[in-house]
């Protein structure tokens, strides 16, 4: 419980450094590894909208990259550039390619997606039920 509290702290400072000033929808996202680091994330846009990169997945690459393979729980924070960045108006769930990027990382089934509003308000998941049935690496 502390340790997603602690999480979403991580997330809900990731999203401060969004670079979002096309859709002026703030993200960030703490990945927690298996050994404890953790790898933050935000969304980053693009003049050519279709290179903007998620904030899930910019904490997974930047994690990947640096080595790491194991993770146990993902928490995501969204929300309009006029919200307050402490408590924001909505849920932000991971969009389908997000989804798919962290399946390839969850072989065991464990990861926990928890989509945050504030510290204490938050709903989680497990990445398999927000992605059943997904592709994988079994049939290649
Ligand atoms: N976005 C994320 O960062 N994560 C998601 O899972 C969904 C969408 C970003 C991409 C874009 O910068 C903005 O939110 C609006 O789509």
């Not at 997603?4 to 590894?33: D, F, H, Q, T």
């Not at 389908?96 to 390839?104: P, V």
């Amino acid at each position: 419980m502390t340790e997603i509290k602690e999480l979403i702290k991580e997330a809900l400072k990731a999203r401060l450094n969004s670079y979002s000033p096309y859709s002026g929808y703030r993200v960030g996202a703490a990945l927690l590894c298996k050994n404890g680091k953790v790898y933050r994330g935000c969304n980053i846009e693009n003049a050519s909208y279709g290179a903007t990169n998620c904030a899930e997945r910019t904490a997974l690459f930047k994690a990947v990259s640096e080595g790491e393979r194991e993770f146990s729980a993902i928490a995501i924070a969204g929300g309009r550039a006029e919200d307050d960045p402490e408590d924001l108006s909505d849920y932000a769930m991971p969009c389908g390619i997000c989804r798919q990027a962290l399946s390839e990382f969850d072989k065991s089934g464990e990861l926990l997606v928890v989509a945050a509003r504030s510290v204490n308000e938050y709903k989680s998941f497990k990445l398999k039920e927000l992605l059943p049935e997904s592709f994988d690496s079994s049939v290649l």
